[in-house]
């Protein structure tokens, strides 16, 4: 499998339409137009900071200063949000960069705040990770349980609910168990404590899913992935071309259609192919949507996310992997709701 090119070069434009300043995008409206929408109409204005840490300069394809890469991660965040709100119907938003490199957002109409602050603030990064089968990791967990135990510490096995069957053998799958939402800190502290690294298999990452087991009790699925040599997943969301809602007879609940470029089509046959009756796990923002078994290689470069999505999450979830991965992570600082005027 080949490295992946860097998330950061994967996002990069050419022929950036981005001026430092301010998103030039043909079909953005000006800020004064957007202002004004929001005065009459109501809406939002919200301040975002962007997270440069991990920016380095020379990622590019040319050389360029430490202050001119983090420029370029906050212009091209600042492009990826107006995509972002473009898709999700505000048509009238208007997105810049201010003096202080953060990003104003002005987003004119908003039904659903909550909804417009998880989409400005996702960074988007979807992976297809290989997946550890549970009788190849429980054994292991439990002679982690067995150290822990023995140095007073509590248990391990209880915490995790696993996935056994009546005499105690691993069922089949990438799942180990269920966890409660109020246990997942414990649990992470020592799946990644010293004792834990010297027992568990080295490239074991352990995510949750990203929705609970069950409505009624926040519990949720901890999954085994297995990362590559580099320690990254095996394919990045750099590869996909579209991503789009559909609706198909296997499932009642909407879900998302992949596609992938040619080069993200050869990767996703190779990984299909070495994981005929075992699991992908499908991860976006480091949760755990799916787990599908493979039942033969894919050659075409189409995948889907499935994930009990409501329809709102499953448009939102193919906006943010349309509109491509922040080069920066973002938070709101500032946020003002405006009433329409009667």
Known sequence: ????????????????????????????????????????????????????????????????????????????????????????????????????????AIIPEVQDPERVRRLLQAKGRLEFWETYENSEVYPRLKQLNDVLLANGDESLIGLLNPFVTADGEAMRG???????????????????????????????RFVWSAKPAREDAPYYHLIALKAMRNGRAALGGEVITAAKVEHNKWSPEPVIDLSMNAEGAKCWQYLTRDNVGKSIGIVVDGQLYSYPTVMCEIECGRSQITGNFTEEEAADLANMLSSGVMPCPVRIVEEQIIESQK
């Open 1 to 104: 499998m080949k490295t992946r090119k860097s998330i950061f070069a994967g996002v990069l434009f050419s022929g950036l339409a981005c001026l430092i300043g301010m998103v030039s995008c043909n079909s953005q409206p000006t800020e004064e137009t957007a202002r004004a929408a929001v005065e009459k109409k109501g809406g939002m204005v919200v301040t975002l900071a962007p997270d440069l840490t991990g920016i380095k300069a020379g990622l590019n394809r040319y050389e360029s200063s430490q202050e001119e890469a983090e420029q370029e991660a906050i212009t091209n965040s600042c492009k990826v949000l107006w995509s972002r709100l473009d898709r999700f119907g505000a048509k009238k938003a208007f997105v810049k960069v201010n003096d202080e490199n953060q990003i104003i």
């Open 174 to 204: 990438p799942a180990v168990g269920l966890v409660h939402a109020s246990d997942t800190t414990r649990l992470r502290a020592m799946l990644t404590s010293a004792e834990a690294n010297d027992i568990l298999q080295r490239d074991a």
